[in-house]
C-alpha cells in the first residue's frame, strides 16, 4: 500500500445547527447521506451550472465537534469559505479553513482506520483519503501500513484511472459538471432538492446535451503541455490537462473526436500523437454512466 500527503490540498469546516441543510441547498451531492467515515464528491457551482470549486466532503464524528469537512483545492480554500459565508446569511452556521491537510492511500485496504478518514467516492481504486495535520503524514502512513511517497506517484495513479483534476483538467468556472465525468463519478445527485445551478445540470442530463468529455489518452511519445490544442488534421477537437507515464487526460468534443475516428484521421497535441484508451467512450450516450 502507498500513501502520499497531497499539499495542493485544504480542509474547510462548516459546522453549526443548520450546516446540513444550509450545504444541501447550495452544492450538487446530497449532504443528507452523509455520516461520519463516508465521503461524497461534489460541487458548488455557479447560478449558470458550472463549477466554481469541487471537492470531497465527509461529516466529522461528535469527538471532532461535529459539522462537515471539506477536502478541497487549497488554492480555493479562501475563496471557497468567503463564498459560504456570503450565501449563509442568517443561517446559524461557521466556516473556518483549518490547518488540515489531505493524505492519500492506495493500492491496499489501511491497517487501521483514523477517525478523519473515508473511502474515495469518485473510484473505488483511489483508495482512502485522511484529513490531518502535515506533520502528523509520517506517523499516519505508519499506522495504516503504507509506504509513504511524493504526491507526484498519486498524480500518476490519478491520472491512470481518468479522473479530472479542477485547474488542470478543466479550468474552474469556465466547464460544467457534465464536461468533467461529475456525473460518472457520483458527484451530482439527480434526485435531491434544488441548488445553486440545479437547473442547467438537470437540463443537461436529462436532454443529453453534453457534447464535450473529459477522456483518457494513450501517449506515445513525451507529455504535451497542459492546455495545448488537441488536434484532428487542421481542426481543434479537444484541450490537452494533465498526463504522466503514458497516460493522460484530455477534454475534447465528442462530436469532432467520433468524425475524426471515422475518419481515421490521427489525434496529436502539441505535434505529439496521442490515442483514446477507451475510444468507444466517445459514441456512450450523456445519460449511460461509465462501467
Known amino acids: 500500500m502507498k500513501s502520499a500527503f497531497l499539499p495542493d490540498r485544504g480542509v474547510i ?19 443528507d447521506r452523509l455520516k461520519p467515515g463516508l ?38 480554500a479562501d475563496g471557497l469559505a468567503t463564498k459560504l459565508k456570503f450565501y449563509k ?33 469518485r473510484n473505488a481504486a483511489l483508495g482512502t483519503r485522511i484529513l490531518i495535520p502535515e506533520d502528523l503524514t509520517r506517523k499516519l502512513s505508519d499506522l495504516i501500513g503504507a509506504e509513504l511517497v511524493d504526491a507526484s506517484e498519486y498524480e500518476a495513479h490519478r491520472i491512470a484511472l481518468g479522473v479530472p ?21 457520483a458527484g451530482v445527485d439527480f434526485d435531491k432538492g434544488c441548488y445553486v445551478g440545479q437547473e442547467v445540470v438537470s437540463r443537461m442530463q436529462h436532454r443529453g446535451t453534453a ?30 490537462g494533465s498526463s504522466a507515464n503514458g497516460k493522460g487526460i484530455a477534454l475534447v468534443r465528442l462530436d469532432r473526436v467520433a468524425d475524426a475516428l471515422d475518419a481515421g484521421q490521427a489525434l496529436t497535441a502539441g505535434g505529439l500523437t496521442l490515442k483514446l484508451a477507451e ?6 450516450p450523456a445519460k449511460q454512466p461509465l462501467a
Open 279 to 284: 475510444p468507444e467512450i466517445v459514441r456512450i
Open 89 to 121: 446569511l442568517r443561517a446559524k452556521v461557521t466556516v473556518d479553513n483549518l490547518d488540515l491537510g489531505v493524505l492519500a492511500a492506495w493500492d491496499g485496504q489501511p491497517a487501521a482506520q483514523p477517525d478523519l478518514a473515508f473511502a474515495d467516492p
Open 39 to 76: 465521503g461524497r464528491f461534489g460541487a458548488l457551482l455557479t447560478p449558470q451550472g458550472k463549477i466554481v470549486v469541487d471537492f470531497l466532503i465527509t461529516e466529522a464524528p461528535a469527538g471532532h465537534g461535529g459539522g462537515f469537512l471539506i477536502d478541497c483545492p487549497k488554492p480555493l
Open 13 to 31: 469546516k462548516v459546522a453549526g445547527e443548520d450546516a446540513r441543510n444550509f450545504l444541501n441547498g447550495l452544492i450538487t451531492t446530497d449532504v
Open 211 to 240: 457534447r464535450t468529455r473529459s477522456v483518457k489518452v494513450l501517449l506515445e511519445a513525451s507529455s504535451p503541455e497542459v492546455g495545448v490544442s488537441v488536434m484532428a488534421g487542421d481542426k481543434s477537437v479537444g484541450t490537452m
Open 165 to 185: 483534476r479542477g485547474g488542470l483538467d478543466f479550468m474552474y468556472s469556465d466547464a460544467f459538471p457534465h464536461e468533467t465525468n461529475m456525473d460518472r463519478l
